[in-house]
């Protein structure tokens, strides 16, 4: 979804993925990446499907992101 | 919405919050999820519907978060 | 969904409804919510969700709309 | 939601439920109805909002079908 | 749409139609539902689907919305 | 919304149609099909819009389905 | 949104405003149009995006409604 | 959808179309309306609803388009 | 999606998938996803995104159904 | 929606314009853009929202696009 | 989208804008609402349309919103 | 999605791509294919999701697609 200039010659596959994290939305959003770019190398951007999390005792206990996750498949 | 084994089971009932904090986005949920948990025990998960807040002087003064929750019906 | 100051510290709950009339909208709005005030007290804002209706012989019978309905947990 | 002409006086209320099963989709419709129906007597109409479910070594374990349920408020 | 149980053995088939008015929302409703009756007598009910307008020297010129009507296939 | 190369030459009409049954989803699916196939020869394939249906007595008195079809014009 | 003959050569811009009534939706646009005609003379049609309201004590205290306004910018 | 003042008195239909061409999308768009214009004269506009298309070989084959089309019920 | 305790760790991949069926939709999704499992091994969920099917003759010849799949990374 | 490194400072304001040729659809969104410019200096994208058109005698007599425009602030 | 008693005599305009931020969610909000207040100055309640960022080295670089924001006329 | 009686037997897998082109937009959904297609050989189908582009100086510099493929899992 990037529309700059240098990107013109670019092709790009989108992925869905699911972090999660007790800290926080950004935190889970960091994870699901951290852990994609074990094999995917080139991901470029990423965009927020959908927030939920786990719920005990009244408390929240971790969140959850959807995330769709952008890459080159140049690389 | 969860789809685990343990839970083949279960009949669970969505309910809708609207929460706020002047904190952020994660305080927001938790307080919509604590008030709520006084008269509703069993809350199991969460999903953000929308996000929103109230802004004063070009600052934002408190954020606001439209919640669906689950709950058993068991309890 | 309401975002001013002074609401800051509320919690809300959103309800949906059904309304209907045979007069108009507005009044099938507030026949939804006039019959729920009387177990619903602090009944704050409303929002259309669908607007429909019923056809007897090329006529409109009756206007049914859905609503949500935001309420404070407070009372 | 129905829009018959004997509907005209009546007010609804929508309720969201999650229902499964192991066996199929319709059973988890009936499934989730039946548990309501020992609080909620007067349920008059049901909408399938999702379906989903659960998989395990490559077979569907169960369905989940999360419904919207109208009631009328008379009863 | 509507779900009664006087209704379960008929087909219903959905026609979308515009309609307007210079008086307002519900007789542009009627206004469309009055024209199409002319040749399709089983119309049972309709769903708006948008309400728009034009606008004429900053004030609303007429009210204009779009219906899904629903009629029975028997006839 | 077929996209297979034999088709490249069709134009498709597409009719929403609602059915009905007692026994669950594929048979209210063929009931509204075998319903509109007496008077429409070339129905293709069919999207399902909505699910939803009828209850009584907290059971599941019959399914309802709103169907897209489309069907070739040549005929 | 218009796409008659003669709007060819026209280019439009959108933009999106809140109105509010105490009387009822048809005025709640009203006023929008009319206070943004002071500033903007070209509007040429709206689309309502929404339809809420406010209540107080049971009743509807007013009507607001999501607007998108199309002008041209020739002028 | 279009809204222009000498329409006030207009009630269109709308219908939903498939078209395809080897060439191109607007292609695909004249060739649904030229191929429905044979038996509905009015139509005044229409709206891409879905953009589609086969594939053979790694080259788009043909393009596919769905449109809802808007006509006068006078005619 | 899932969210519950024992799943805070893991990052889901979400995969779309479509199955067919002459039978039903519970079997339609069971093919895409045992079709599946010979490469993927840690599926563990699905969500239906859309119903669909093929008609020949009046009569339903197959069932389509398009599933976004969850599965972990960590296998 | 923009997303790349050189950009993390900017902030966007985001247009929604109507643009319409005879030609096709690029050349809509060209004219929009083109007579735009003439007073916003520094858009830099562009998202295609709604395409529709005009038909006269069964052709289309023109294309009609509605966009979301980002220009940045800065200027 | 405000809905409460003080507002019933005030008109908003609608605002679309994308902040962006190093450090998180709230404050990518925050930055765009702080930039715009430079010119606009009675934004009064933002909506989070969107949140995406951009990825390098398998980090989060930056957090991007899209808002909308209202904001009164009477200034 | 495509669904026509050879079909039966076929499980598909969907990919998400961004293509783009200077020169248009059949051009971009092209490259997009003809690029995928070096890896993955039985595409059959493709869906534009969004149609966007990049803007300098007043022109549309490129053309960007967000496409489904939809491609066969048995080759």
Do not use: C
Request: glycine content about 6%.
């Amino acid at each position: 979804m990037p529309a700059t200039a240098e990107m013109t010659d670019h092709i790009y596959k989108i992925l869905e993925l699911v972090g999660s994290s007790e800290k926080g939305i950004e935190d889970a959003i960091q994870n699901a990446i951290s852990r994609a770019s074990k094999t995917i190398r080139e991901m470029k951007w990423f965009e927020v499907v959908q927030t939920r999390g786990h719920v005990e005792n009244g408390s929240v206990r971790h969140y959850q992101v959807i995330l769709r996750v952008g890459f080159t498949l140049e690389e």
